[in-house]
């Protein structure tokens, strides 16, 4: 609420946190590859929870990896995984360190030291098979990276969580990451065709090709592990083609269950929007999608193979019998969108992307504003 709000905490330095020194040093054969500079450390000892953020803000990070290690290739993963058991050093590979779960975090006191394992040197597409729509992508590769990579190829890998611009590859196999786009494919597990996982007992790689469905899949395995497992370095995943045809719309309601209703028959029809979201009236508003207590459901197709503008006017005829109003210009909402869409639903993306900033911010203001999943 204006005026409730704190002076900003000041962000602390990294001379305040007194960082003890390493309790281990690298052989001289990695040391090219590890770092035990104090703020590399503190960087690499949290995720980016909001309980993290308000950690970090009160110079509370917890235990503090010994070194940060940047492998820029398999063998570099191997050597430092070798040298880390014989030396009772725990290894936690490290990818964007976006995880909201402590998954980044050394926990227990049975090791002698911690190495943060930085997977951020490994970042390249390594392969493009275009006819077979897949790449061989090493785990290291940030979001905004990895689709740049593959754009000259006119193919995308279209798995956009909310932290792409900050996770990577391995981070989304190892937590089995779900994107936006949240009604399509979302899931990272849809996308994997092999996996390549350096593990302390020796290296693991599945087949691509052919597929096979004999016995457990060790992919399944890996996957969501969260690096207890092993180190993964890299994959083949399944690409589309850059969607040519978009169109959106937002449909609000002044009945939230009315708003409900429309979901699942959307959810049950064949429509299959690339996105079906709905704000309540309090998200709305924050947003900026609407501004007179309505909730408001942003729907958004895509292809690119043909045209979607009559299945967004399918879909907004849907939501329509449930009660939802749609004031566009084009009156059935069938419309292909220029680049931006529909204002509302750029409202709603635009907030929702500024969403993590906005939390920091506020967060250094003793607010609380965080995500929360229900079921
Ligand atoms: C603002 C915000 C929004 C988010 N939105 C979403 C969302 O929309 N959908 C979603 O699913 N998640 C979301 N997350 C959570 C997080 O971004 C995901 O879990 C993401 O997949 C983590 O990727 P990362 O590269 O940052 O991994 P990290 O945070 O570095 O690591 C996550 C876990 O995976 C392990 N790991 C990382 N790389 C490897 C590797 N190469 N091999 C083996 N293990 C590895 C780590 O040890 C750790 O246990 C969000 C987080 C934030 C802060």
């Known amino acids: 609420l204006p005026g409730t709000l704190s002076r900003p905490l000041p962000v602390p330095r990294v001379r305040d946190l007194a960082v003890a020194g390493p309790a281990v040093e690298p052989p001289p054969s990695l040391a090219h590859l590890v770092s035990a500079d104090p703020g590399d450390r503190a960087a690499h000892a949290m995720g980016k929870a909001y309980r993290d953020v308000v950690r970090a803000l009160r110079g509370r990070p917890g235990r503090i990896p010994d070194l940060v290690a940047r492998p820029t290739d398999d063998q570099g993963v191997a050597d430092l995984l070798d040298w880390a058991g014989e030396r009772q050093v725990a290894v936690v590979p490290y990818g964007g360190g976006s995880s909201v779960s402590g998954g980044v975090e050394y926990?227990?006191?049975?090791?002698?030291?911690?190495?943060?394992?930085?997977?951020?040197?490994?970042?390249?597409?390594?392969?493009?098979?275009?006819?077979?729509?897949?790449?061989?992508?090493?785990?290291?590769?940030?979001?905004?990276?990895?689709?740049?990579?593959?754009?000259?190829?006119?193919?995308?890998?279209?798995?956009?969580?909310?932290?792409?611009?900050?996770?990577?590859?391995?981070?989304?196999?190892?937590?089995?990451?779900?994107?936006?786009?949240?009604?399509?494919?979302?899931?990272?597990?849809?996308?994997?065709?092999?996996?390549?996982?350096?593990?302390?007992?020796?290296?693991?790689?599945?087949?691509?090709?052919?597929a096979s469905g004999a016995g457990p899949s060790p992919d399944r395995l890996f996957l969501g592990s969260e690096g207890a497992l092993g180190v993964i370095t890299e994959a083949w995943v399944?690409?589309?083609?850059?969607?040519?045809?978009?169109?959106?719309?937002?449909?609000?309601?002044?009945?939230?269950?009315?708003?409900?209703?429309?979901?699942?028959?959307?959810?049950?029809?064949?429509?299959?929007?690339?996105?079906?979201?709905?704000?309540?009236?309090?998200?709305?508003?924050?947003?900026?999608?609407?501004?007179?207590?309505?909730?408001?459901?942003?729907?958004?197709?895509?292809?690119?193979?043909?045209?979607?503008?009559?299945?967004?006017?399918?879909?907004?005829?849907?939501?329509?019998?449930h009660g939802g109003r749609h004031e566009g210009t084009d009156g059935a909402g069938g419309r292909e969108d220029g680049p931006d869409g529909d204002a509302a639903v750029r409202a709603w993306r635009s907030a929702f992307l500024r969403m993590p900033y906005l939390r920091d911010g506020l967060a250094r203001m003793g607010a609380v504003a965080e995500t929360f999943e229900t079921a």
């Not at 391995?170 to 996982?197: C, E, K, P």
Request: with cysteine.
């Open 107 to 210: 926990r227990g006191d049975a090791h002698r030291a911690v190495l943060s394992l930085d997977l951020t040197a490994m970042g390249r597409v390594l392969e493009v098979d275009t006819a077979g729509r897949a790449a061989r992508i090493q785990a290291g590769t940030l979001g905004p990276s990895l689709e740049d990579q593959l754009r000259p190829h006119g193919l995308t890998l279209r798995h956009f969580p909310q932290s792409f611009e900050f996770s990577t590859l391995g981070g989304w196999l190892a937590t089995r990451a779900g994107g936006h786009y949240a009604t399509g494919r979302t899931h990272i597990d849809d996308f994997v065709q092999s996996l390549r996982v350096v593990t302390p007992a020796g290296t693991s790689s599945s087949w691509r090709l052919p």
């Open 238 to 321: 399944r690409l589309q083609e850059r969607p040519r045809h978009k169109a959106s719309a937002a449909v609000a309601f002044t009945d939230f269950q009315g708003a409900l209703g429309a979901v699942r028959a959307l959810a049950q029809s064949d429509l299959c929007p690339a996105n079906c979201r709905l704000l309540d009236a309090g998200e709305a508003a924050l947003s900026g999608a609407a501004h007179d207590g309505s909730s408001v459901l942003v729907l958004g197709f895509e292809s690119a193979d043909e045209p979607v503008a009559a299945r967004l006017e399918r879909a907004v005829a849907l939501a329509r019998s």
